[in-house]
């Protein structure tokens, strides 16, 4: 199940409570984005091939996005793009 699936699912409000007063507040959550994402027309995840990728380009001080800006369309208003955190990343920091 994509991270998408599980908020658009998600109905439970964030509550926390003060250990010292007891009051109880709720925080925005997963819950009040659900409705949006829910509505959002156009959704990518990307392979970890492709999220390395992304992550060189990030770190490659702009040079090789620049010169490729004009290939670079986003087709919607809205959109999720989802990726693999835990990939492991194989570049230098420059």
């Known amino acids: 199940m ?3 699936d599980r908020i658009v699912q998600c109905r439970l409000p964030f509550i926390v409570e003060d250990r010292l007063t007891g009051r109880r507040t709720r925080l925005s959550g997963a819950m009040d984005a659900a409705p949006e994402l829910q509505r959002c027309p156009i959704r990518y995840v990307l392979d970890d091939n492709l999220t390395r990728l992304c992550v060189d380009l ?22 999720w793009v989802e990726w693999n955190g835990s990939v492991p990343w194989d570049f230098k920091c420059r």
């Open 2 to 4: 994509r991270l998408i």
């Open 58 to 79: 990030a770190y490659s001080g702009g040079t090789s996005v620049l010169a490729c800006i004009d290939l670079i369309r986003i087709p919607a208003e809205r959109v």
